[in-house]
């Protein structure tokens, strides 16, 4: 029903910035919360933001909360993430997810509820 393609990962030093796209191409009129995951080396693929149909809704990781700023655009078309103050601990794949939904304002946490997921991009926050 949708296909999400990830970009803007790549090599920064710490205490710089990154800006992630996911554009999502869409075969139906459903409706989609979307999010960031993060798998880093050796750990869990882990919830890292999410936003609402709606864009009214946002939600974080406490490790980002204040760093990173996730947003998309009026067409729905494109998720971004948007990281600042990097440290090495954000190092890992990020992956864009979406979670088909009846409800514009609905937004989870949980992985398992993410039906679509992108390929991931790379990021790597030297120190």
């Known amino acids: 029903q949708v296909q999400l393609v990830e970009s803007g990962g790549g090599l920064v030093q710490a205490g710089g910035s990154l800006r992630l796209s996911c554009v999502a191409s869409?075969?139906?009129?459903?409706?989609?919360?979307m999010a960031w995951f993060c798998q880093a080396p050796g750990k869990e693929r882990e919830f890292v933001a999410g936003i609402s149909w709606s864009g009214g809704i946002t939600r974080y990781a406490d490790s980002v909360k204040g760093r990173f700023t996730i947003s998309r655009d009026n067409a729905k078309t494109t998720v971004y993430l948007q990281m600042n103050s990097l440290n090495p601990d954000d190092t890992g794949v990020y992956y864009c997810?979406?979670?088909?939904?009846?409800?514009?304002?609905?937004?989870?946490?949980?992985?398992?509820?993410?039906?679509?997921w992108g390929q991931g991009t790379q990021v790597t926050v030297s120190s």
């Open positions: 997810a979406a979670d088909g939904v009846s409800d514009p304002e609905f937004l989870t946490t949980i992985r398992k509820s993410y039906n679509y």
């Open positions: 869409r075969r139906t009129n459903t409706i989609y919360a």
